[in-house]
């Protein structure tokens, strides 16, 4: 079977390997975050740099979570929320 699409070998890779549905699904989970995250930035008007100082966080964190290339902790989440006086929501959907 010749596959043509990236969605094709995604749902292939999906029904052979654990390992892969594991590392597809956390990067599903660092995208949205990095997304969350640049949101708020911009919605703020801060540069990394400011948002970084305002978070008390490395600005190489915020460019790491902005990125998607880190997983954000539990703790570095709420603290972003409670550093912006923002409500942070988990939510199973």
Same mark, same amino acid.
């Given at each position: 079977?010749? =596959?043509?699409?990236?969605? %094709?070998y995604?749902? +292939? *890779?999906?029904?052979?390997?654990?390992?892969?549905? !594991? +590392?597809? %699904?956390?990067?599903?989970?660092d995208?949205?975050? /990095?997304? +969350?995250?640049?949101?708020?930035?911009?919605?703020?008007? =801060?540069? !990394?740099?400011?948002?970084?100082? =305002?978070?008390?966080?490395? !600005?190489?964190?915020?460019?790491?979570?902005?990125?998607?290339?880190?997983?954000a902790?539990?703790?570095?989440l /709420?603290?972003?929320?409670?550093?912006?006086?923002?409500?942070l *929501?988990?939510?199973?959907?």
């Amino acid at each position: 079977m010749t =596959l043509k699409r990236i969605d %094709d070998y995604i749902q +292939a *890779r999906k029904t052979t390997s654990s390992t892969f549905v !594991q +590392a597809y %699904d956390q990067a599903e989970v660092d995208l949205e975050i /990095a997304v +969350a995250v640049k949101n708020l930035r911009d919605s703020l008007g =801060l540069s !990394q740099r400011a948002f970084a100082e =305002l978070i008390d966080k490395p !600005q190489s964190t915020v460019a790491r979570i902005e990125a998607g290339t880190v997983t954000a902790s539990n703790k570095t989440l /709420a603290d972003i929320a409670q550093k912006t006086h923002k409500q942070l *929501r988990i939510q199973f959907i």
